[in-house]
């Protein structure tokens, strides 16, 4: 039925620019993703089909979103290549194509595909990963001297956390959906408090990648579950997850992971067969 769908679909929409639609792709929360070839060099992208319905507040704050998208500049977060409208209310967002023959990879179907679990090294790797560009788009103006806005996502979820060809993760359009819901400004409390729960939803996600179990009450310590898990790894999750503590930050919950508190004579041997990201 997909194929059948997106061959009428065709029809209206067999190009975008110099990107030619080749075949859908599983749809993200905010758009329908289709595999895109570019015709001049043959590169391939994913092209984002967004509806755009409402009035013209929305369609600037989608406007902004995508600017904003387009000036962060991380190697862990998805780029955006390319916007342009298309048809009706449809605008179209291009990004690179992070996938494989069998289409996008995410960090959700990457725990799926390892059982449901990940050893404490792998999980910790993925959250340096993920915590790594949050604190990067955190920045405040008037440290960056004005570059670009304070980027904040909100809570995010393993699905939208991209996995390319070598194992890197990539946070798919960071700031993209809340940007276009509440807009770029907002009160510092508001904001402070979206980083707060931004910053929560990542401990929540690296405890699932341990454990195998999502994060809800009542909570069992990660090593009553794991075995040979780091107790520093353990006191972290245990923090993250205390819900009159947890941290502020996405920085301070960075700066507290244990891999980037070690002295390098103390860092631990990585695991036997371990390649790096690559090997996921």
């Not at 998805?78 to 289409?103: H, K, M, S």
């Not at 993209?176 to 009160?187: K, N, P």
């Not at 195998?212 to 107790?231: H, Q, S």
């Amino acid at each position: 039925m997909l194929v059948q769908n997106f061959m009428v679909e065709l029809a209206e929409h067999t190009a975008v620019g110099p990107y030619l639609l080749t075949r859908p792709l599983d749809p993200c929360a905010f758009a329908d993703r289709y595999l895109a070839l570019h015709q001049d060099d043959h590169s391939s992208h994913v092209a984002y089909r967004i509806r755009l319905h409402g009035d013209r507040r929305r369609l600037r704050r989608f406007e902004a979103a995508i600017a904003a998208c387009r000036v962060l500049d991380h190697e862990h977060l998805l780029r955006v290549e390319d916007a342009q409208p298309g048809q009706g209310a449809d605008f179209w967002v291009i990004g690179p194509f992070t996938g494989d023959v069998d289409g996008l990879r995410t960090l959700g179907k990457l725990l799926r595909e390892k059982g449901g679990q990940m050893n404490p090294f792998e999980a910790e790797r993925a959250l340096v990963q993920i915590l790594e560009p949050m604190a990067y788009a955190h920045q405040p103006d008037a440290v960056l001297n004005g570059v670009r806005p304070r980027v904040v996502h909100g809570p995010i979820s393993m699905d939208e956390v991209l996995v390319d060809r070598h194992g890197r993760l990539l946070i798919e359009f960071y700031g993209f959906a809340r940007a276009t819901s509440v807009g770029l400004t907002s009160s510092r409390a508001d904001e402070a408090e979206s980083i707060r729960d931004e910053v929560r939803s990542v401990v929540e996600m690296g405890y699932q990648l341990v454990t195998g179990l999502r994060a809800e009450e009542p909570m069992i310590p990660a090593g009553r579950l794991v075995k040979r898990i780091d107790p520093r790894l353990d006191a972290w999750l245990a923090n993250g997850l205390n819900v009159s503590g947890g941290f502020a930050t996405a920085a301070e919950a960075l700066a507290a992971l244990p891999s980037l508190t070690l002295d390098l004579q103390e860092e631990p041997e990585a695991p036997s067969g371990w390649g790096g990201l690559g090997s996921w």
